[in-house]
Nanobody, 114 residues
Framework: VQLVESGGGLVQAGGSLRLSCAASGTAFSFNGMAWYRQAPGKQRDLVASISDSDTTNYSDSVKGRFTISTDNAKNTVYLQMNSLKPEDTARYYC?????????WGQGTQVTVSS
């Protein structure tokens, strides 16, 4: 399974971005997908997750501003990011789970200027 993220970029504080993570190499829908982020010198932290039953979970820092969703085929996951803050600047990674196997994408950079 390959995961490819897209949609990152440079945005001013208060702006919005929509990240996408497309899965390929499998005919099966995922069991769970998540977005993580990692800023320079910091650990990789969970941002949001969604299960195959569409149960979502968010970190406190993004709750109310970010929304995770999937397409009907459940092979693409999105992260709508609104009201972006400079502290949201990080590389955002997609993680997917199919059964007991976990896969990561290469990440997409999000930079929020003040």
């Amino acid at each position: 399974v390959q995961l490819v993220e897209s949609g990152g970029g440079l945005v001013q504080a208060g702006g919005s971005l929509r990240l996408s993570c497309a899965a390929s190499g499998t005919a099966f829908s995922f069991n769970g997908m998540a977005w993580y982020r990692q800023a320079p010198g910091k650990q990789r932290d969970l941002v949001a997750s969604i299960s195959d039953s569409d149960t979502t979970n968010y970190s406190d820092s993004v709750k109310g501003r970010f929304t995770i969703s999937t397409d009907n085929a459940k092979n693409t996951v999105y992260l709508q990011m609104n009201s972006l803050k400079p502290e949201d600047t990080a590389r955002y990674y997609c993680k997917g789970r199919w059964g007991v196997r976990v896969y990561w994408g290469q990440g997409t950079q999000v930079t929020v200027s003040s």
